[in-house]
């Protein structure tokens, strides 16, 4: 098996997503465009593509590395401090519904 080129893995937690849409867009009534989950604790936030990057935020705000998509049908991972996507095999695949 190939080594992950990201070694924050050890970082990820029993996680449950934190709201089924942005968090901190649903708090300012604002839109998103799509979603990431945050593997360490959980948070929901919005992509680059979004007005807010509220994803993004969480990262250079908390300091948590590593998130999931949160769309349907998208299994990929996303390491910050590595600028690497991996997907993790066995993985659950989180989604908003
Ligand atoms: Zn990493
Ligand atoms: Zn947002
Ligand atoms: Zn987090």
């Known amino acids: 098996m190939p080594e992950l080129a990201c070694t924050h893995l050890d970082q990820v937690?029993?996680?449950t997503p934190s709201s089924n849409?942005?968090?901190d867009?649903?708090?300012i009534g604002a839109k998103w465009v799509h979603l990431r989950m945050c593997m360490v604790c959980g948070?929901?936030?919005c992509c680059d593509q979004s007005p807010n990057k509220h994803a993004t935020a969480h990262f250079h705000e908390i300091g948590h590395p590593i998130i999931q998509s949160f769309e349907p049908g998208e299994d990929w991972w996303y390491c910050y401090l590595d600028?690497?996507?991996f997907e993790v095999d066995g993985a659950?695949?989180?989604s908003h519904s």
């Open 13 to 15: 937690g029993d996680v």
């Open 21 to 23: 849409g942005c968090e």
């Open 25 to 27: 867009c649903l708090r």
């Open 43 to 45: 948070h929901v936030g």
């Open 83 to 85: 600028d690497v996507a």
């Open 92 to 94: 659950r695949s989180w």
